[in-house]
């Protein structure tokens, strides 16, 4: 019977023992539950879920007019600015993870949800193309295609920001040809009846150099094939070569198009009251004057997209020409970045824009879940009262009182 006693005691103490190891394992388990869950949120399901709200706009058809014949193609078309890729000279390594495992998210979720025809990046895709080593470049245009992958049917093509081949300045034929080697020197990309016009808006400073000269050749050039595609009879000097849909082009460029400041900029993302009133900088902060009035003369768009700026704005050009200001897409310029979605005919556009989730939320949705997972451990290190048992508690000294 003694013998029995103390091996049922030995039984007993060991259990007792093990109970609060249990715990602590199964306390452990929940913490480590709650940071997985919190985890893909933060850095997975937020994307889908804020994305999920973005639509594409409803365009105009001829079959909306009750025209007769098949009607006119919808293209579907996203409009990215400003990337900007960190490099290897002002990008701290964590910060270069951060931003562009946003970016990855966000465009990949954008893909798989909204499925567009077409995407455009408006410039300054790389932040250090400007000064960047032949090896820099190289590792900066892995990235990219790491970030910006996509299937073959869905046509990627970006314009040159003066942070990718540098301001006039910097820029020299090594730096265009490089960054053309990559995203295809095209000026003019014609696609389901569209004609897109994608200048270096660098090359516009009007000064008479080799390269500016060039441009300016090569748009005269699409100039005179884009009124030649306008003539209902073909002239003879239009020659007998392919003609261009007959659309007023879309012009995509970099740099803004002349505006005095962003004043007249109104919405959640344009630019801070601080800065919009401040002068733009011809040939810096937008094209010249005399540039923006060659550009819409020689190619009388129907619609002009940019950049730089980082934040959003609409301006309207001439005999109501339509500037849209893209914003960045990079968490490190905006805290609330987005794109516009665009759906195009040869005759029609319609345009809407698509948020990104906001970086402060997902700041205070980290910061609310690590207090409250302080709070539990605390709890469960006897530390701290529950707050459950400490209301209740409370709640019955109340009653008796």
Known sequence: ??????????LGARRQHLRPLKRRGLVLLRLTAIIF??????????????IFRCSWPAVKTSADAG?????????????????????????HWLDKL?????????????????????????????????????????????????????????????????HDIGFHYQMNTYKIKRFEKVFNPERLFSWKGINFVMVNSVALEGDGCDICSGAEAELLEISHRLNCSREEHRPQECGD????????????????????????????????????????KERYDALSQEASRKLLWWLRPRLVLSGHTHSACEVLHGAGVLEVSVPSFSWRNRNNPSFIMGSITPTEYALAKCYLPCEDTVLTTYCTAFGGLVLLTLVHAGLVASPFHFGWNMLRKFKTT
């Open 1 to 10: 019977m003694a013998a029995g006693d103390m091996a049922s005691t030995r």
């Open 37 to 50: 869950a919190l985890l893909l949120f933060c850095e997975f399901l937020i994307y889908y879920l804020v």
């Open 67 to 91: 025209g007769l014949g098949t009607p006119e193609p919808v293209l579907r078309v996203m409009f990215l600015a400003d990337t900007h890729l960190l490099g290897t000279v002002r990008g």
């Open 98 to 162: 951060r931003r562009e495992w946003q970016m990855e998210r966000a465009f990949q979720t954008a893909l798989w949800l909204l499925q567009p025809g077409v995407v455009f990046i408006l410039g300054d895709v790389f932040d250090e193309g400007k000064w960047s080593s032949s090896q820099a470049w190289a590792d900066d245009v892995g990235r990219f295609w790491k970030i910006f992958r996509h299937p073959p049917h869905v046509q990627l093509r970006a314009v040159a920001g003066n």
């Open 241 to 280: 070569g392919q003609q261009l849909p007959a659309s007023a082009p879309i012009l995509l460029q970099h740099f803004p198009l002349y505006r005095r400041n962003d004043a007249n900029c109104s919405g959640d993302d344009a630019a801070p009251p601080d800065e919009k009133y401040t002068p733009f």
